[in-house]
């Protein structure tokens, strides 16, 4: 068994010893490095993938951390939450649940025009949606 690790200057090194696979109780699988030379090595956590090899390699990738939005709260609103994003964004995010029995179709259109009336004043909001009214009207009749 073959292994490779970063000591503490930063360079790669080579040990070999013996790995043990387990499992425990709780169904998560364990790995039991043996190694024959004294060696010290820091401590690590992340999440890995672990690729065990027919030759005895066993090959580990570190997964890129996730990226979180880590959005600010603009407007809450009853089935979701208006943000400002670090990447100068503004999110809507709307979720309602089958099991409600409410008209989820009217809650998609009536909360998002709630929490942008807050945001932007409800005149520039009266304003916006007449003009949207007045063209679907042109569009729908043709005049």
């Not at 068994?1 to 010893?17: D, I, S």
Request: charged fraction near 30%.
């Amino acid at each position: 068994m073959e292994t490779r690790q970063k000591n503490m200057n930063g360079k790669e090194v080579t040990v070999e010893g013996m790995m043990v696979f387990g499992w425990l109780k709780t169904g998560l699988r364990t790995l039991d490095f043996e190694c024959c030379e004294d060696m010290e090595a820091e401590a690590f956590n992340g999440d890995f993938r672990v690729q065990g090899m027919r030759d005895g390699n066993v090959y580990m990738t570190q997964r890129p951390k996730r990226v979180r939005s880590n959005a600010m709260l603009i407007s809450k609103t009853a089935h979701g939450r208006l943000s400002g994003t670090r990447d100068k964004a503004y999110q809507l995010t709307l979720k309602v649940f089958a099991t409600e029995g409410i008209d989820w179709q009217k809650t998609f259109v009536t909360e998002p025009i709630e929490a942008m009336a807050d945001l932007m004043g409800r005149e520039r909001m009266c304003e916006i949606l007449t003009n949207i009214v007045n063209k679907l009207n042109v569009e729908e009749y043709g005049g």
